[in-house]
């Protein structure tokens, strides 16, 4: 069983498109995350929710808005895709006061031409 | 803010070679500080930490101290195998309980390793 899940692995879109990335976790974590890794394969957080509370929000466009249906899904809906947002995005989950140690799915590729 | 240097890349070597790769980081209070290693076509997967000053953390030979006076976190490893080609990343986790776990990475080191 996965740990963390991202669906789907790959997403091919024009730019001006909406498209969305699930993320689900069985581990029982009370916070997960969003974070962009570019080409250079530099990671940078976008979000952090806590028990379907935002709390980290990382001066992303209002293009990006994540959803947290309950604390074991954290979703992310992209308006309006532009050529820079072509990244992979992972999704990641850690418990609350974990020290640190986050646990990322696969990653989610996404290419806007 | 915090942030994290990495030494650049990609790192090339031999089997069974000596590997260091640097880290150091800027941060306010005694953050902790990690290792995380990414293999071709998967997330990152945690490789080894440590939370606080002169701690050492190790895990399938390989092994890091936290400095704080140098304010460095080397990776090493004694004998690189080819299955440890994969890129690395340094990350340091914010002092406090207010982080809520938000990680800093480097900029990842790629290393590769030939028979």
């Known amino acids: 069983d996965t740990a963390v899940s991202q669906t789907p692995k790959y997403l091919v879109t024009q730019m001006g498109n909406d498209k969305s990335i699930k993320c689900e976790q069985n581990?029982?974590?009370?916070?997960m995350y969003w974070y962009k890794q570019d080409s250079k394969k530099f990671l940078k957080i976008m979000f952090s929710?806590?028990?379907?509370?935002?709390?980290i929000n990382e001066t992303v466009p209002n293009r990006f808005s994540p959803k947290s249906p309950d604390k074991a899904h954290l979703n992310l809906h992209i308006n309006s895709l532009e050529l820079g947002d072509s990244a992979v995005y992972f999704c990641?989950?850690?418990?609350?006061?974990?020290?640190?140690?986050?646990?990322f799915g696969e990653g989610s590729r996404l290419t806007v031409l | 803010g915090n942030s994290v240097t990495q030494m650049e890349g990609p790192v090339t070597l031999s089997e069974e070679a000596f590997l260091t790769i640097n880290c150091t980081y800027t941060a306010t209070g005694y953050p902790s500080l990690f290792w995380y290693v990414q293999y071709p076509g998967e997330g990152l997967q945690l490789l080894l930490k440590a939370t606080k000053a002169d701690d050492k953390g190790s895990n399938k030979g390989f092994e890091a101290t936290y400095r704080k006076e140098t304010t460095s976190f080397h990776l090493e490893k004694g004998s690189v195998q080819v299955s440890d080609s994969a890129v690395y990343f340094c990350a340091l986790s914010g002092a406090g309980g207010t982080s809520y776990g938000k990680l800093t990475f480097g900029q990842g080191t790629i290393l590769t390793v030939h028979p």
């Open positions: 929710y806590n028990n379907k509370e935002l709390i």
């Open positions: 990641a989950s850690s418990p609350l006061r974990g020290g640190g140690e986050l646990f």
């Open positions: 581990l029982g974590h009370d916070t």
